[in-house]
T-cell receptor
């Protein structure tokens, strides 16, 4: 069956450390993978998109890797800050029929402690 | 710049009552529009998408329906709500002509069916 999995347990880290979140999927062949941030009671906000032919993508303190062989994406936040505390969602981008069908994981909650 | 609005922000409805949630997008033309539902601790579930006025595709069979009466207006409806319809409803849009694109989410509607 098709699945997309993110760590269901919250990730607690100390301020200044690097947070690493994992997204694994099975039986999908996404052309792209996206990461979103969601704060409580709010809609998700797009962070990064990585294509299947890209190994790594960076944006400021964020870094995403995409391994289509392992069917895994890693999302890193370096020099983490308490303001980075949120739920992070990965989404497989299955472009089909003229629109982007995003399959979302359940998300991983990150808590950065001072 | 583009903005997306949803209303109401919160809604408490009795079982069996009708539902109408509205989403409007400003600052863009012919967007792809999406309705998602997010249950507590779960990922976003795509309910409906639309690539144009009057063009609605359903992803999940249920007692909900969607309509797109205008280019930038997307409505989610139900004739009779069920307890299982409770959740966080999110509207999103993306550029209509892209091969891949980010999705931009509205603030969401928290629906509680009692």
């Amino acid at each position: 069956s098709q699945k997309i999995e993110q760590n269901s347990e919250a990730l607690n880290i100390q301020e200044g450390k690097t947070a690493t979140l994992t997204c694994n999927y099975t039986n999908y062949s996404p052309a792209y993978l996206q990461w979103y941030r969601q704060d409580p009671g709010r809609g998700p906000v797009f962070l990064l998109l990585i294509r299947e032919n890209e190994k790594e993508k960076r944006k400021e303190r964020l870094k995403v890797t995409f391994d289509t062989t392992l069917k895994q994406s890693l999302f890193h936040i370096t020099a983490s800050q308490p303001a980075d505390s949120a739920t992070y969602l990965c989404a497989l981008d299955l472009f089909s029929g003229g629109y982007n069908k995003l399959i979302f994981g359940a998300g991983t909650r990150l808590a950065v402690h001072p | 710049s583009q903005t997306i609005h949803q209303w109401p922000a919160t809604l408490v409805q009795p079982v069996g009552s009708p539902l109408s949630l509205e989403c409007t997008v400003e600052g863009t033309s012919n967007p792809n529009l999406y309705w998602y539902r997010q249950a507590a601790g779960r990922g976003l579930q795509l309910l409906f998408y639309s690539v144009g006025i009057g063009q609605i595709s359903s992803e999940v069979p249920q007692n909900l329906s969607a309509s797109r009466p205008q280019d930038r207006q997307f409505i989610l409806s139900s004739k009779k709500l069920l307890l299982s319809d409770s959740g966080f409803y999110l509207c999103a849009w993306s550029v209509g002509s892209g091969t891949t694109d980010t999705q931009y989410f509205g603030p969401g509607t928290r629906l509680t069916v009692l």
